[in-house]
C-alpha cells in the first residue's frame, strides 16, 4: 500500500505570496495517478488537479501540479484570500485502492 | 454538468443502521465506479471503497468490511452506503466520489452521521 505523507503539515503565507506544498509517496507513482484537492471548512473536498498536472475545470492557471517518481508538489502563485485552505494530495493506485495524504493547512500569516 | 446529491444528515444511536443516498446527475454513471470516504470531525479524508457502477461488484478497503456495505439503484443513478451496528466512532461525514477525471474524483456535498446514546 502507497502512503503519502506531505509537508509542511501547516504553512503561514500572507495574500500575494506563492505556496509550494509538497507530497511524497512511499514508492514511485505515475504522475497519471495523482490528484490534489482543496477542502475549506464545512465544504466537500473540491479537485484541483487530475493526473498530475492537469487542471480541473475553473481551475486558474496560478494554481500548478508537479513532480514525478516519489516526490510531488502543488504550486498556488499570488495567494488569494480564497485560497486558504486545506490541501490533500491523493494516488490512484492498482487494486483499486486510493490513498490520500494527511493534508497540509494554508493559513493567512 | 456534474451532480451529486446526497442525503441529509443523521443521528442514531449505536448499534442502529443508517443508509446514505447519493444521487448522480449530469454524466453516465454506469461508466464510473462510486467511491465512498469518510471524514471524522476534525480528520483528513479516509477512502472506504468502491463500487462498479456496471456490475455492482464492490471492494471495501481494510477496516471497512463487515458492517459497510455499497449498493446501487441504477435506475435511479442512485448509490447507497449503509452502515450497519453503528459505533460511536463511525461519527463522521460520509462522501460519495465517483472518479470522473483519470485520478481525479467529483464529490457530493457529504453526510454527517452522528452516532450517540
Known amino acids: 500500500e502507497i502512503v503519502l505523507t506531505q509537508s509542511p503539515d501547516t504553512l503561514s503565507l500572507s495574500p500575494g505570496d506563492s505556496a509550494t506544498l509538497s507530497c511524497r509517496a512511499s514508492q514511485s507513482v505515475g504522475f497519471t495517478y495523482l490528484a490534489w484537492y482543496q477542502q475549506k471548512r464545512g465544504q466537500a473536498p473540491r479537485l484541483l488537479i487530475y493526473?498530475?498536472?492537469s487542471r480541473a475545470a475553473g481551475i486558474p492557471d496560478r494554481v500548478r501540479g508537479g513532480g514525478s517518481g516519489t516526490d510531488f508538489t502543488l504550486t498556488i502563485d499570488r495567494l488569494e484570500p480564497e485560497d486558504f485552505a486545506v490541501y490533500y494530495c491523493q494516488v490512484y493506485g492498482t487494486s483499486p485502492s486510493i490513498t490520500f495524504g494527511q493534508g497540509t493547512r494554508l493559513e493567512i500569516k | 454538468q456534474v451532480q451529486l446529491v446526497q442525503s441529509g444528515s443523521e443521528m442514531k444511536e449505536p448499534g442502529a443502521s443508517v443508509k446514505i443516498s447519493c444521487k448522480a446527475s449530469g454524466y453516465s454513471f454506469r461508466n464510473y465506479p462510486m467511491n465512498w470516504v469518510r471524514q471524522a470531525r476534525g480528520q483528513g479524508l479516509e477512502w472506504m471503497g468502491r463500487?462498479?457502477?456496471?456490475?455492482?461488484?464492490?471492494t471495501y478497503a481494510p477496516g471497512f468490511e463487515g458492517r459497510f456495505v455499497f449498493s446501487l439503484d441504477t435506475s435511479v443513478t442512485t448509490a447507497y452506503l449503509e452502515i450497519r451496528g453503528l459505533k460511536t466512532e463511525d461519527t463522521a461525514v460520509y462522501f460519495c466520489?465517483?472518479?470522473?477525471?483519470?485520478?481525479?474524483?467529483?464529490w457530493g456535498q457529504g453526510t454527517l452521521v452522528t452516532v450517540s446514546s
Open positions: 466520489a465517483p472518479r470522473l477525471h483519470g485520478s481525479g474524483m467529483d
Open positions: 463500487i462498479k457502477t456496471n456490475t455492482g461488484d464492490a
Open positions: 493526473g498530475g498536472v
